[in-house]
């Protein structure tokens, strides 16, 4: 790991008893995973908050988006007893009558801050997931600038499987769905921040089984809406730190060394680090250098216990010169601080 972490002394910054359930028969179970912005003077959180019902001994409870009742959500019961009821080892899910269901939903919050470090949290969602394709919600979301407006791309998920979902605001109480744009399954997506040569550019990652594999892709656009050209770009390593997979984090941190970006690695055990790219200024396609080693990965206790483990993830920072403020989820339950600097990851990474 590169010198130079800091991690804010405050951390977690905001716990799951600091949000506000979005119906009364809900208990967040975790607020993590928070796209960054700067906005009026303020940054910005849009924060993946995960609720479920209140569970017991006799039966399964869910919570599915249902446009047709108040708040747009409703609760779904089903008997342990049941022999269509299917309970996976994944505790996460589960199948009734061959359809799966989440034991969690999640929408996306948003939470202000003056100084960056404490935050006042909305107290109903922002985001709900609507629609045939966000019917298990919306996860994850990137918040990329681009002349003065603020594209959302997030994980929409649904019995379909998980796709790219794009949605644009420019004041933060109207906004604009496009609709999926990349379609299952697929997540991670990640906008650069302007246009290269006539084209925009964004990093995904298809999500591959049997001859596949979970590997970070880039592909192009004229209008951020219609996606072609995909194609490869970095693969898992076997025996390193990112071996079984890797993903997006935020956008693109433009650097005269190149487009430097923050992206998550996976190893077999399920661990979550921290690693960067060096990809060049005018074909992003082109990876100059790329980390060896990890530039952050779960060290402290919240980091390693939680909702799931052993997690630093991160798909939303703010620059600051050679300083990033970096917001990560960890242990998939909390959200956390820190900073890096873009000097000292420029300097580990290992040329191509």
Known sequence: MIDGVQRHIQ????????????????????????????????????????????Q??????TVIIDPAVPGGQRILTFQKDDP????????????????????????????????GLNFRIDPTPTLLGQGELEAFGIEDCRVTEID??????????????????????IDWK?????????????????????????????????????AGRNHIWLAQSPDLLYWGQHRPLIKTRPGMWDSTRVGAGDAPIWTEAGWLEIY????????????????????????????????????????????FGSVVFTNGMLVEGDRIL????????????????????LASLHTR
């Open 84 to 115: 269509d009821l299917v309970c996976t080892e994944d505790s996460r899910g589960f199948v009734y009558q061959d359809q799966p269901y989440l034991t969690t939903l999640s929408h996306l919050r948003l939470a202000w801050s003056e100084d």
């Open 326 to 345: 970096v917001y990560y989820g960890a242990s998939d339950q909390v959200v956390c601080g820190a900073t890096l600097s873009v000097r000292k990851i």
């Open 148 to 169: 003065g407006t603020y594209y959302l791309t997030y994980t929409a998920v649904s019995v379909h499987g998980f796709g790219v979902g794009l949605i644009s605001t």
């Open 56 to 61: 017991n001994e006799e039966s399964v409870k």
């Open 264 to 307: 998550h690695g996976a190893d077999e055990n399920n661990r979550y680090c921290l690693g960067a790219l060096l990809l060049d200024l005018n074909d992003p396609g082109k990876v100059l250098a790329r980390s060896d080693q990890p530039i952050m990965e779960p060290i402290m206790e919240y980091e390693e216990v939680g909702f």
């Open 11 to 54: 951390n977690p910054l905001l716990l799951p008893e600091h949000v506000r359930p979005s119906m009364d028969e809900l208990v967040v179970e975790c607020v993590l995973n928070p796209g960054a912005f700067r906005f009026a003077g303020k940054i910005g959180l849009l924060l993946r908050v995960a609720e479920r019902p209140v």
């Open 174 to 210: 109207h906004f604009t769905r496009h609709s999926m744009i990349l379609p299952p399954n697929n997540k991670d997506c990640a906008l650069f921040p302007r246009k290269i040569g006539e084209h925009y550019f964004a990093l995904h990652r298809p999500t591959m089984e049997g």
